[in-house]
């Protein structure tokens, strides 16, 4: 998130919409097959816990609290991977979700979230059914569906991500 540059100093990273493009690219390649794996090693507890995360996210939105909200939504992804006990991929997808965040800062006009939550809800359907196909599938629309909710061809103003980060 931040760009350290020789001689010059610390700057905010500003993703350029053709690396938002691929961040997002990136998540879907590496989401879709974790979710596959998750499909063919979940147990109760683990089932029980993604349900338990999407209540969470579901009960901050309700309440408003979009701060919470978001933490919970962005978290739902890096949940997933440290219930299958793989902190490579929770690390990776931590990094990311950061970049995400700033991306989402700056190309995002409006939130869905309400909408997120609800598509977090279908992907755990999916994956108690134990139905890999359609757990991959929901969570690749789910991806897309972030990404189109951007808008790339909006003037950033520099201040804008200046501001949401202090």
Do not use: W
């Not at 108690?128 to 103003?157: G, N, Q, S």
């Amino acid at each position: 998130l931040i760009k350290l540059e020789p001689a010059r100093g610390a700057f905010v990273a500003a993703p350029t919409a053709l690396e938002a493009k691929q961040v997002f690219a990136v998540r879907r390649m590496l989401e879709s097959e974790m979710v596959r794996t998750f499909v063919r090693t979940q147990t109760p507890a683990k089932l029980k816990a993604l349900r338990d995360h999407v209540k969470q996210e579901k009960a901050a939105l309700a309440s408003r609290n979009m701060a919470a909200g978001n933490d919970l939504l962005n978290d739902f992804h890096v949940r997933m991977a440290e219930l299958m006990g793989n902190d490579v991929l929770a690390q990776i997808l931590d990094d990311l979700l950061s970049r995400c965040a700033l991306i989402t800062l700056m190309y995002q006009t409006d939130t869905h979230a309400c909408h997120n939550a609800d598509e977090h809800d279908d992907i755990v359907k999916a994956i108690a059914a134990r139905d890999e196909v359609e757990a991959a599938r929901i969570m690749a629309e789910h991806l897309e569906h972030v990404e189109h909710h951007l808008t790339f061809d909006r003037k950033i103003p520099s201040s804008d991500i200046a501001k949401a980060l202090s």
